[in-house]
C-alpha cells in the first residue's frame, strides 16, 4: 500500500488507512522510532501493563506471599532494630 506525504507547517504527515490502524491496535498516541532505515509506528508501552490483574490472581490462588523468599545479606545479620 502507498501513501503520500502531505504538508502540515514545516512538517510533513501521512495518512493512515483505518483497517491499517485498527490492525496494528493503535489508539490516538503513538510510539515513531527508525530501524534501518525503516519508520516504525507502535502503540505506547505502557511499563507496569498488567501488574494489577496478576497481583490479583496471586492472591486468589497463591498464599499472596512473595514468589521467592528473600534472601538474607550481611546488612540483615548485622541490624538491630531498638
Do not use: C, H, Y
Not at 496471586?58 to 499472596?64: A, D, K, P, V
Amino acid at each position: 500500500m502507498k501513501a503520500r506525504l502531505v504538508k502540515i507547517g514545516n512538517s510533513r504527515g501521512i495518512r493512515l488507512p483505518k483497517p491499517l490502524i485498527e490492525e496494528a491496535g493503535l489508539q490516538e498516541e503513538v510510539e515513531l522510532r527508525v530501524s534501518d532505515g525503516t519508520l516504525v509506528i507502535t502503540s505506547p508501552r505502557r511499563p507496569r501493563a498488567g501488574w494489577g490483574e496478576a497481583a490479583r490472581k496471586l492472591g486468589i490462588e497463591g498464599s499472596g506471599t512473595m514468589l521467592d523468599e528473600p534472601t538474607p545479606t550481611k546488612f540483615d545479620k548485622e541490624w538491630r532494630w531498638r
